[in-house]
Structure formats: structure tokens, C-alpha cells
């Protein structure tokens, strides 16, 4: 079953429990029932501090809880769930601790992960990361993000925006050795020039499953933007764009060859309204492409908040998956990490949201620590001291996440 029927089931199976609860409530009101869900263990956080002592952690296994709930806070949960964690219910109501408990045991726990949409992330590939780690050199970084803001701007309209985007996949190409599993494809927008780039390492297998790495090309300068307003966009997202041009160029240089196909996307005219990501994700969608995990990395390079050095934006992401890469940066690239919220969609992820794909955004700093700088004459790279220190930390989380999402 695909993601999005699975989705379309469980919204429905959502509605119809609703109105059943209305209903009984209507007929019982003063009977407290109590029920046994399933939840994935990645919500627990969040509901404990909203439900307290009404919700009982029973058991908890393989990123999966059970626990009990009063009937009457069903609809708060399935509130919780939709605006913690955008998903619509993520959870499982059973009439029975045993049926409940059940769903634990491993027979079920595939089928269960895959009609919910969680991922089986583990974390066990020391031996392959570790090495690429060790080789992640910031001044590559910082040379990158030195060339794409000497255009006068990257606008997805002018000369110099059509300019810089093929030169990112130029570079990116360049650093593949013609290897035979590699292919570069810049796909034309029917309204303006500037086109996305999306390089391809096919997987070894033959699964469909697609891993999505991605960052906006074009920069923005003023309100109104334009062809003529100088726009460096340093951080804004040279930034991101060199971060993952050195994890190409990592991945290449250890002759990485993963299991599931990985594609990093340089997307065309994000500063406009998301238009390049959404045209990519609509068509994936449309296609019926199988794309696994998105991460957007957007600003990269300006360390912004003293508490932080990574911070998972938790609005128009997915919640497992933040989760995930927090334990990715605890694992592999031990600096501190919180959450943070852009309180709109603010960036690619969203257009792989909206069209049901699980998409984080890792970014430079807290929304109130964010860089002042963006969209104006002033986002130059000095505003990070010269250096591309601070996205170091993001090639490495960006390396970590692929192999470990494109493993076998
Ligand atoms: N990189 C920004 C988004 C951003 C800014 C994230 C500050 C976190 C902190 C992105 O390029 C952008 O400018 N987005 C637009 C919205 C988009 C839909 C046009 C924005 O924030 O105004
Ligand atoms: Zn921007």
C-alpha cells in the first residue's frame, strides 16, 4: 500500500471513530470508557506534558507505545497529534490491552509501521560514516558559498540566476568521476528561466525507495525582489547548497553506493513562493515516486543561538523524522540541538509536506536567533566570520542522514 492511501485510510478510520464517540457520549455521557491506543513513541514527549497523569505509558517497543486513554480525550489526542506533529492521528485505538499489546509483537510491527508511516530508522552504520566524518572540510564549504555570491544575484527571472544554477550543476557533476550510476538532470520551468538540478546516485537495488536532499538555488534582495537588486544570499541559501556540495563530494570521494536511490535537489525560484519544489513534488506525487525522507537545508552557516547549533523546525515537518535526525546529531555529530517553529511554510520541505512526504528542515538557529541579514545587500558570508565552520555541522548530519536512510 502507498503513502498517501495509506493516509487516506487512516483519516477515515479517524473520522468514523469521532462519530462514534460523539455519539456515545451523547447516549452515556456520565461513563467514563476507557480505551488502549498504539501510538509511535516519538508523540509521547508532547502528550505527556499535555495529558499528565491521564495518559499511563504501559510499553513501549520498537518505537511503538501502548498506553490507556479515556474515550473522552480522544478528540484532544487526535488535536495534539494534528498540531504537534501534522499527522492526522498517528494513532491506534484498541478495545483490549491484549489487542493492543499485540501490536507489539513482531509479526504486526512491520504491517503497523507501514500503514502509519514510520520508518524503521536505526542507527548502525559507524563503519561507512564514520570515515566520510572525518573528511567533511569546512573551507570547501566556504569557497562554495564565496562563488554562488559574487552573481550579483541567483533571482529566478535574470541572467545571473539562469547562470549560477547551471554552474551548481556543473560542479555538483563535476565531482561524480563519471561514475555510471550518477546522472544530473536541470529541469525547465514552463514561466521563467531558471531551472532546478537534481543529481541522481541510483541505488544498488532495485527498490523504488528515494531519499531527497535539498536546498533553494535562487537568492532575493528587497521586498519586491528583481532581475536588478544585488542579492549575495550568502547564508540565504548558498549556505545550504555548499553544505550539500561537500557531501557529494565526501560521498563521491569514498566511492559511496547506496542501497536506495539518493537525489539532491538545487530547487529554482523558493524565494518567489516555493514554486521550483512544489512543480518537483506535485510531479513525484503524480508519478506515484516512493520518496522515503526529505531533509531541506536552508541557511546553514550562521550560528545564531548559543544553545544550539542544529535546530529542527517542527511546523510542515515530520515529527518521526525530527526525531530521528536529532538522534543522528547525538550520535554522529554530538553538537546541541532544540526545536524551533517558522509558524508558516517557509521553506521547500513544505511542498514535499503538503504532498505527504516526510520532510525536516535542520536549520542554522532558532527562529528568534535567525540570521537579520537575509533577503538584503548585507547576506555575505563575513556575517559568518569568513567560514563555512557552523555548516560543517550540517554536511556531517546531511552524510549520516543519507546513509543511514539509504541502507539496505
Ligand atoms: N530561508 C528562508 C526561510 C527562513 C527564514 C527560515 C528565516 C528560517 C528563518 C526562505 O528562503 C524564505 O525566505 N522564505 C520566504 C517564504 C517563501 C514561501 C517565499 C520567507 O520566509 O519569507
Ligand atoms: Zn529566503
Known amino acids: 500500500m502507498n503513502i498517501r492511501l495509506s493516509h487516506l485510510l487512516l483519516v477515515s478510520v479517524l473520522t468514523i471513530s469521532t462519530h462514534q464517540i460523539s455519539a456515545q457520549t451523547r447516549t452515556d455521557a456520565k461513563k467514563e470508557v476507557e480505551h488502549w491506543i498504539t501510538i509511535g513513541a516519538d508523540s509521547l514527549t508532547g502528550l505527556q506534558e499535555r495529558f499528565g497523569n491521564l495518559m499511563k505509558k504501559m510499553d513501549v517497543r520498537d518505537g511503538i507505545a501502548v498506553m490507556k486513554l479515556r474515550e473522552e480525550d480522544r478528540n484532544a489526542l487526535s488535536d495534539h497529534m494534528h498540531q504537534k506533529h501534522h499527522r492526522c492521528g498517528g494513532f491506534i485505538v484498541h478495545e483490549s490491552y491484549e489487542d493492543a499489546k499485540q501490536t507489539l509483537n513482531g509479526i504486526r510491527k512491520r504491517k503497523w509501521i507501514r500503514q502509519h508511516q514510520f520508518l524503521e530508522y536505526s542507527i548502525d552504520q559507524d563503519e ?12 570547501n564549504i566556504a569557497q562554495v558559498i564565496s562563488h554562488l555570491s559574487s552573481y550579483h544575484n541567483r533571482y529566478y527571472k535574470s541572467q545571473s540566476g539562469v547562470e549560477s544554477s547551471k554552474w551548481i550543476g556543473e560542479k555538483w557533476f563535476s565531482l561524480t568521476n563519471g561514475r555510471s550510476d550518477v546522472s544530473l538532470e536541470l529541469m525547465d520551468h514552463p514561466r521563467f528561466p531558471q531551472q532546478s538540478v537534481i543529481l541522481t546516485i541510483k541505488g544498488s537495488s532495485e527498490t523504488d525507495e528515494i531519499i531527497v536532499i535539498g536546498g533553494h538555488a535562487d537568492s532575493i534582495a528587497g521586498y519586491w525582489g528583481g532581475s536588478k537588486n544585488h542579492a549575495p544570499g550568502a547564508d540565504d541559501n548558498a549556505s545550504g547548497i555548499a553544505t550539500m556540495t561537500e557531501i557529494i563530494r565526501v560521498a563521491m570521494a569514498h566511492d559511496y553506493k547506496p542501497y536506495k536511490t539518493v537525489q539532491f535537489m538545487a530547487y529554482a525560484a523558493e ?30 552557516n550562521y550560528k545564531g543561538s548559543d544553545e544550539y547549533d542544529i535546530v529542527m523546525m517542527d511546523d510542515y515537518t515530520n515529527a518521526a523524522q525530527n526525531q530521528f535526525l536529532g538522534q543522528l546529531i547525538d550520535h554522529y555529530v554530538k553538537v546541541p540541538w532544540g526545536f524551533s517553529r517558522c509558524g508558516y511554510a517557509c521553506s521547500d520541505h513544505a511542498s514535499w509536506s503538503k ?18 541579514h537575509i533577503h538584503s545587500t548585507r547576506d555575505t558570508i563575513d556575517k559568518s566570520n569568513d567560514n563555512g565552520e557552523h555548516a560543517a555541522n550540517f554536511a556531517k548530519l546531511g552524510l549520516a542522514y543519507m546513509v543511514e536512510l539509504a541502507k539496505q
Open 355 to 372: 504532498n505527504g512526504y516526510p520532510a525536516s528542515m535542520p536549520h542554522e538557529a532558532t527562529m528568534q536567533d535567525g540570521n537579520p
Open 128 to 139: 561507512t560514516v564514520l570515515p566520510m566524518l572525518a573528511d567533511v572540510d569546512e573551507a
Open 271 to 300: 524565494e518567489v513562493g516555493l514554486v521550483g519544489s512544489n512543480l518537483i513534488a506535485k510531479k513525484y506525487k503524480q508519478e506515484n515516486k516512493h520518496v522515503v525522507g526529505v531533509i531541506q537545508l536552508d541557511m546553514t
